[in-house]
Each structure stands twice: as structure tokens, then as C-alpha cells.
């Protein structure tokens, strides 16, 4: 019966050979996609969407990974194909939880115009008691 000996552990040397052989099949568009989708993940980890994930509600990461994807996106965007509508709903989805979670504040979107009004708040109408006639 012979016996078996451990593994031999690799060399630092040889680690750093594979390392950069790794590094070399790499593409950067590859990363910037992998990470779009790991920050729409904990995102919606973070929001809680998950099965066993209520507890670990946190609107500041779920703000962060918004605001993350909607960076990455433009430059993603050319280069996920038909998979681009699939990020988009994926990051509405996040902007949706986010304004739950985080008592009713505006999600990031991006958008830059007028805030649109909340439909739960009253209007000029309905505060003032009178009826609103445009332009009177």
C-alpha cells in the first residue's frame, strides 16, 4: 500500500503566472457588466426582495446601488443586446422597493425635472377648499 502524499501547495511564483493568465482572458466590458448585475443583486438584497432578506433592509446601500447602476448604465448599455430592457426593469423594480423602504422619499431616477406630485398629497384644490380654474 503506498501512501498518498498532500497536495503540493503552488509556488508564489506559479500563483502569479496564473493570476496573469487569468488577467490576460479578462475584458473589461465583462467586468463592468458582472458588476451592473452584482449591484442590482444587493440591491435588491439590501431592499429586502428576497425570501429571508427583510431584516437586512438598508435604504442607503439600496440608494447606493441605484445610483451605481444608473452610472454604469450608459456605458453598459451598447453591450448587453437584448438583454438591456432586463436591466432596465431590474433597476425599476430597485427604484420602486427603495421608495418603500424609505418612507415614501423619491427613488434616484436620474431624470432631472420637476418632482411629480405625490398622488396621495392634496392639491391646490383640495387644500385650499376651493376648485383651481386654470389660469384664474
Request: net charge negative.
Amino acid at each position: 500500500m503506498s501512501e498518498q502524499q498532500p497536495p503540493r501547495q503552488p509556488t508564489d511564483e506559479e500563483l502569479a503566472a496564473a493570476y496573469e493568465a487569468q488577467l490576460k482572458q479578462i475584458r473589461v466590458e465583462d467586468v463592468l457588466i458582472q458588476t451592473l448585475v452584482s449591484l442590482l443583486n444587493l440591491g435588491g438584497r439590501k431592499a429586502g426582495l428576497s425570501p429571508g432578506t427583510e431584516e437586512e433592509r438598508d435604504p442607503e446601500q439600496v440608494r447606493q446601488a441605484i445610483e451605481g447602476v444608473r452610472a454604469l448604465l450608459p456605458i453598459v448599455e451598447p453591450l448587453l443586446g437584448q438583454d438591456a430592457p432586463q436591466i432596465r426593469e431590474a433597476l425599476s423594480q430597485l427604484q420602486l422597493a427603495y421608495t418603500k423602504i424609505a418612507g415614501g422619499e423619491p427613488a434616484p431616477s436620474g431624470e432631472g425635472g420637476p418632482e411629480q406630485p405625490n398622488a396621495d398629497d392634496p392639491g391646490p384644490a383640495q387644500s385650499s377648499g376651493r376648485l383651481w380654474v386654470p389660469g384664474q
